[in-house]
């Protein structure tokens, strides 16, 4: 599980790579390929949720700022 000051130090660019790669492992989980490790699942999909987050707080800073 990546903490969120991990994601808050990453880049956009950074971020956007990591939430593929996260979606990737979510979707071979799902259709086939993941084997029962269901937490491993869960924490892909909080990563991915973490990472959105921070996105949307830098876009949201980003135009109250401008």
Excluded at 43 to 54: G, I, N, P, W, Y
């Amino acid at each position: 599980m990546t903490k969120m000051n991990d994601i808050k130090k990453m880049k956009d660019a950074e971020l956007a790579s990591f939430v593929a790669e996260k979606r990737e492992a979510i979707r071979s989980f799902r259709f086939g390929t993941g084997g029962q490790n269901v937490s491993a699942a869960r924490t892909a999909r909080k990563d991915v949720a973490r990472a959105l987050t921070e996105l949307k707080s830098r876009a949201t800073s980003k135009t109250v700022t401008e």
